[in-house]
């Protein structure tokens, strides 16, 4: 449980737009198991949570949880990549949206169909708040030869697919998909392998989008 709390609690300090929200609708794309909703829903008692995941099994554990109501959570498998593949979220009615360590599992070509179904559903002057791997992250200079699919897209050992983005890719995608950009930035982090006694430096992009107000 304190994991998942301070899970929360970093993802609230580097975007406090979601306290701010006092009451109103979030999706989270890429919902997993839920180890975000649960404790965001402690933290913020009138917020009502869609979760998406492309996992059926995951989203049978979110549906599995203790804390699972339906006047509060909402969870559903949805493949955000296929333009067929309506969402259950009606058009319009979303105050924010978290997309964290998603997008980079897409491949490119497919990245402004995920942004484009997601801009249905988020109401207009709504929030995106999205985080991912920047280009010359250390993992994206670890890969060995054989793991490059194209520029800044990679494989890794277990089959999961990476990209990483440059600030110009993000802003250029969210654009194509009708976004219009509050912030994107660089954020780098050092993270510590005491095992091996290393400090990695870690590169992400850290962004907020908006939907155009009418």
């Known amino acids: 449980k304190q994991w998942y709390q301070r899970r929360v609690r970093g993802l609230t300090r580097e975007f406090p737009l979601l306290l701010q ?12 198991v839920g ?26 554990l979110v549906k599995k ?38 997008l980079s599992a897409v491949s490119p070509e ?13 109401r207009p002057g709504g929030h995106l708040l999205f985080r991912d791997y920047g280009l010359y ?12 699919i194209q520029d800044q897209f990679y494989v890794r050992q277990d089959g999961t697919r990476a990209f990483y983005f440059s600030t110009e890719d993000t802003a250029r ?17 050092e993270t510590v392998n005491k095992k091996e006694n290393l400090s990695v430096p870690r590169i992400f992009v850290q962004s907020q989008f908006r939907k155009p107000v009418l």
């Open 35 to 60: 180890n975000t909703i649960y404790p965001l829903l402690e933290e913020c008692q009138n917020l009502f949570i869609y979760g998406c995941d492309i996992s059926p099994r995951a989203i049978e």
């Open 137 to 148: 992250d250390h993992a994206m200079l670890r890969f060995k030869p054989g793991h490059k």
């Open 21 to 32: 929200l006092n009451k109103g609708v979030i999706l989270e794309v890429g919902c997993g």
């Open 173 to 189: 995608i969210f654009k194509e998909a009708g976004f219009e950009t509050v912030v994107n930035d660089y954020v780098t982090r």
């Open 110 to 122: 497919k990245m402004t169909t995920v942004l484009r179904n997601i801009f249905q559903v988020l």
């Open 65 to 102: 949880h203790d804390k699972y109501e339906a006047e509060r959570v909402q969870a559903f498998v949805c493949d955000l990549t296929d333009p067929g593949d309506t969402l259950i979220v009606p058009p319009n009615s979303v105050d924010i949206v978290t997309c964290i360590f998603v």
